[in-house]
């Protein structure tokens, strides 16, 4: 008796890599295999559109766009084949190394749905993947976008958090503070208005702080802030509560240099007008338009905490602006997670800290435990998830001082 083994069953292509030489991307070969096993192919450029009309493309779910400056100069080729992926339903992953921030905006704008900078980041592309994959859900009725009153005037005033290393509570200051100001009372007046804006175009989480959705409005917005009218920028926001109004960042991970120091000053400047305040929270990186923010800045809040890191950081950000002659005195130093008012050993240590580093430490919040972690994972500030937390009340001090000290310079002025 005799049997005849049926031939072998190829797995359908799923996904492509379209480059000039994807051996020039040796880190995406690996995570590609990673992710598809064999269910992915290779393409060059020309060949791209050549294959997106037969029917094996059918298949397709994904096409990894990958780049470097050198392709540049074949624009227009990458543009095309964006159009003609997305024509056919084609998702696509953008991946460039060493790419002018105007040359990604053009291919961004062309309907990538997914950017990843080269070398790729640990897990990024399958992240990136399983983004692609999933349905959007529809934003939250609840988080609507506000209409605000064209020709308004207020030149409110900035405050900016700053993060000098990570983890050291910038994001939580500057969304308990927003808030704070935001649900301030005092008799027969009405509390400030308050605008929150996340700088950080590549990780914020304001968003995730408080339950909001990450819009395409956002990004649209920053992309042509030349043609942004009260209107547009008004979009762009959602409500918190109906109380708090913020920008959060764009729902892909951009780059920082994507956009211009004007694109940012027309951002604040608009936000001012129709603010009493306007808080920002600024990536921990020194970006072109850090400069514009700190000019612009009423005050400057560095994050720190009391370590070495954030001790060599410190240092590292006083020399980068004294060495462009910035105004390094807006800085207000805030110690994060300072020693209780009994540990004398840690209160020492903050002292030898400040003067090592001819620092001012003006604010010490204290640990406000895993209620802070809890809070930001449910999407609520501390006033609402933790009232009575020491962190909170210092933030709620903080705010209320703030006021007073601007309501005091409006009656002397």
């Given at each position: 008796m005799s049997s005849v083994m049926p031939p072998p069953q190829t797995a359908p292509i799923v996904a492509c890599t379209v480059s000039r030489d994807v051996q020039n991307f040796d880190l995406l070969i690996e995570d590609m295999e990673t992710a598809l096993g064999e269910a992915w192919g290779d393409l060059g450029f020309a060949e791209a559109?050549?294959?997106?009309?037969?029917?094996?493309?059918?298949?397709?779910?994904?096409?990894?766009?990958?780049m470097d400056h050198e392709d540049e100069q074949d624009l227009v080729l990458m543009s095309e084949i964006i159009t003609q992926a997305k024509a056919r339903k084609i998702k696509v992953i953008l991946i460039a190394e060493d790419m002018t921030p105007a040359s990604l905006h053009t291919l961004l704008r062309k309907g990538a749905d997914e950017f990843i900078p080269y070398p790729l980041p640990e897990k990024e592309l399958e992240r990136a993947i399983e983004r692609i994959r999933t349905p959007e859900e529809p934003a939250k009725p609840e988080a609507s976008a506000p209409s605000l009153k064209a020709g308004t005037s207020k030149e409110g005033a900035v405050i900016v958090v700053h993060g000098l290393a990570g983890g050291t509570g910038a994001t939580t200051l500057?969304?308990?503070?927003?808030?704070?100001?935001?649900?301030?009372e005092k008799k027969g007046k009405k509390p400030p208005s308050v605008c929150l804006l996340d700088l950080d175009l590549q990780f914020g989480s304001v968003s995730t702080f408080l339950d909001l959705p990450r819009r395409e409005a956002v990004y649209e917005m920053l992309s042509d802030t030349e043609s942004m009218d009260d209107e547009t920028f008004g979009q762009s926001l959602l409500t918190f509560n109906d109380k708090l109004h913020v920008l959060t960042a764009p729902s892909d991970m951009l780059p920082l240099d994507l956009i211009s120091v004007e694109d940012i000053a027309r951002v604040i400047d608009m936000a001012r007008s129709h603010f009493d305040y306007v808080v920002v929270d600024m990536p921990s990186t020194l970006v072109q338009w850090t400069e514009t923010v700190l000019h612009a800045a009423h005050v400057y809040f560095a994050t720190i905490e009391l370590d070495m890191r954030s001790a060599q950081n410190t240092l590292r950000f006083k020399r980068a602006l004294q060495s462009e002659e910035l105004p390094a005195e807006k800085l207000r130093y805030v110690l994060n997670r300072a020693p209780k008012f009994t540990d004398l050993s840690g209160k020492g240590r903050v002292k030898r800290m400040a003067e090592s580093l001819e620092v001012a430490i003006e604010l010490s919040l204290p640990d406000g435990g895993k209620q802070i972690t809890q809070g930001a994972d449910h999407g609520l500030p501390l006033a609402s998830s933790a009232p009575k937390n020491p962190l909170r009340r210092e933030i709620a001090k903080l705010a209320a001082s703030i006021h007073e000290t601007k309501s005091d310079e409006a009656k002397a002025a």
């Open positions: 559109l050549a294959f997106f009309g037969q029917p094996e493309a059918e298949a397709l779910e994904f096409i990894a766009l990958a500057a969304t308990n503070l927003a808030w704070e100001l935001a649900i301030l």
